[in-house]
């Protein structure tokens, strides 16, 4: 009886921990009804595992929230909202989100994995303000959190992956634009994995720009959300990571973004690879050096003071 005993305690032990570095809740950014640009419309969401173990979310119109808290005995007060990639027309939700919430978990880092609206012509107003809104929701919703996720309210970063970076590196420099302009909204820091940045010919990822600007598309809208031209000295520290051989995205991408920031005297810290291609997310196998790049992330995370 005692061994059987001993080994219900060292499950339940066992349960305990990997509940605590489990997704917790899944939060609606907005109250029904109540979907800023919001059109009705009859689109549904999907969710699809490709060949490759890839999750992928389309249709999305109702944003959300998944929490991913650090456990206790671990939290060291910092968060991230995680934005996956997929060019606006898709979210490559599992290797560009919910697996690198486990990632940061194990760190004592909070995860946040955003759903944000893909963005539709049919489903909203203006629908490049759509991803937008999203993420300066969810930051907003993480702040006001912060006590009850125990959280420090000055160490909330954001990640994103290809146009998740886009997305990540667009409310790290429009936060503070326009009249919906907040301070609660900020991130801290950012890592960009990928990232689309520039909107320009000779840098943009066509299919991205073009999915977010949709038939409002102008050389004004261009240049707007070209983040790279957009970099203040509000805009938060950034870790960058690309691949030489990006054929989706060019690398250039994210140098004009570590340029702009050193330009602004805000640290950076990039890493260029020769191989990789685009969107590998933790899947380095066969990559050469890029194999470190989560090594790389761990040592900026540790001297920014966001890990121990």
């Known amino acids: 009886m005692k061994k059987i005993s001993t080994a219900f305690a060292v499950l339940s032990l066992c349960a305990v921990s990997l509940q605590s570095m489990a997704q917790t809740e899944t939060l609606n950014l907005w109250p029904e009804g109540k979907v800023p640009n919001s059109k009705s419309n009859s689109i549904q969401e999907k969710s699809e595992t490709d060949a490759s173990g890839i999750l992928r979310i389309s249709g999305v119109t109702v944003p959300t929230l998944a929490v991913y808290p650090a456990p ?15 060019g606006y027309g898709i979210l490559a939700a599992s290797h560009e989100g919910s697996d690198f919430a486990k990632w940061f978990n194990d760190r ?6 955003l759903k944000y609206r893909l963005p539709k012509e049919t489903a909203m107003e203006h629908q490049h303000e759509v991803p937008l809104m999203d993420a300066m929701q969810g930051m907003k919703m993480i702040r006001q959190g912060a006590a009850k996720w ?14 998740g970076g886009h997305l990540a590196a667009t409310l790290s420099t429009h936060y503070n634009m326009g009249p919906k302009a907040s301070q609660d909204a900020k991130a801290n820091f950012s890592i ?10 000779a840098l943009a990822h066509g299919g991205s720009r073009d999915n977010l600007l949709g038939p409002e598309k102008s050389e004004e809208l261009i240049k707007y959300y070209s983040n790279e031209l957009q970099v203040s000295d509000q805009t938060p520290p950034a870790f960058l990571v690309h ?3 990006d054929t989706g995205v060019p690398v ?11 330009k602004k005297k805000i640290p950076a810290e990039m890493h260029l690879y020769p191989k990789g291609g685009h969107g590998y997310g933790m899947r380095t196998e066969g990559k050469g050096s890029l194999a470190g790049w989560p090594a790389a992330m761990e040592g900026w995370l540790k001297g920014m003071g966001y890990m121990k």
Do not use: H, Q, R, W
């Open 150 to 163: 125990n959280i420090d309210v000055n160490k909330i970063g954001i990640m994103g992956f290809s146009a």
């Open 192 to 201: 960009l994995l990928y990232p689309v940045i520039s909107f320009t010919p």
């Open 252 to 262: 250039e991408n994210s140098i004009e973004y570590y340029l702009a920031l050193k």
């Open 72 to 86: 206790k005995e671990k939290a060291t007060g910092a968060a991230v909202m995680i934005c996956p990639g997929g």
């Open 108 to 113: 004592g880092i909070s995860a946040f994995v």
């Open 243 to 245: 691949a030489m051989d």
